[in-house]
């Protein structure tokens, strides 16, 4: 991708200024959208426009697909963007592109053409990819713990503390502070995979962050699980100095 985009002062003075992942996520989609209309797939993407997903984004910018997906809502609450979701990728605007951009130069047809239809396909290209390395890690996951011929359950949670992957250790503490018990190797797998990507968004966060979380849903006679604490954890840390409610998302 080539090219520059318009960056302007008042940017200092943007509502997000001070979140630093809210700034990066931003910045990232105005640079990644299409400076021109074009065509992929059969579908027009429009100048403004981006085809992106959480799990290209957590691996460009270095930061966690729950803080990705968390960064995009709260963009979309104040305006900045819309998306428009499939079952295989999403769309999304920059609302006020042509504020922030103005078409003062033109890109030649050449250049337009690539930057317009190359970049989306790169991007559906690589997430494809990358949801068939998922499935992979969780097929390997559910071998973690120690095989053996007979299965106890505290020799598996034992195994899961022992693994070099944080996610995996977390599904061992999370099944532990629920008191779940499982009876028979077929069904601890199961509680692992169910698990699994919730524990991958959480290894991004801190262990005092994550009880944190926990002890607000407990708090609240909410109930939690490994995924209603991957959705909360990123707006308790956004929420827990204001007085405001905490909208827990369930």
């Not at 199961?190 to 919730?198: I, V």
């Amino acid at each position: 991708m080539n090219g520059w985009i318009k960056l302007h002062r008042k940017f200092l003075k943007w509502e997000w200024m001070t979140k630093p992942d809210m700034v990066v996520v931003f910045l990232y989609l105005l640079l990644s959208a299409n400076s021109e209309d074009g065509q992929w797939q059969g579908i027009t993407i429009k100048r403004g426009q981006v085809i992106t997903g959480r799990k290209i984004m957590s691996k460009n910018l270095k930061i966690s697909e729950q803080k990705c997906r968390y960064c995009v809502e709260r963009l979309k609450s104040t305006n900045e963007i819309t998306s428009q979701a499939t079952n295989r990728y999403t769309i999304i605007t920059i609302v006020k592109y042509e504020d922030y951009q103005g078409q003062d130069k033109k890109l030649t047809s050449k250049t337009a053409r690539f930057t317009a239809n190359k970049q989306p396909t790169n991007n559906h290209e690589q997430e494809e990819e990358e949801e068939e390395e998922d499935q992979e890690q969780e097929a390997r996951a559910a071998n973690a713990a120690p095989p053996g011929d007979i299965f106890t359950w505290k020799d598996w949670l034992d195994g899961l503390k022992q693994s070099p992957r944080r996610d995996i250790r977390l599904i061992g503490d999370y099944l532990r502070e629920k008191g779940i018990k499982c009876e028979s190797k077929q069904q601890a797998e199961q509680e692992l995979r169910r698990n699994l990507r919730a524990a991958r968004d959480l290894t991004a966060w801190s262990g005092p962050a994550i009880m944190a979380t926990i002890k607000w849903l407990r708090d609240q006679g909410l109930s939690w699980t490994m995924e209603t604490i991957a959705k909360n954890v990123a707006l308790y840390q956004d929420y827990k100095g204001r007085d405001d409610d905490w909208p827990a998302e369930l």
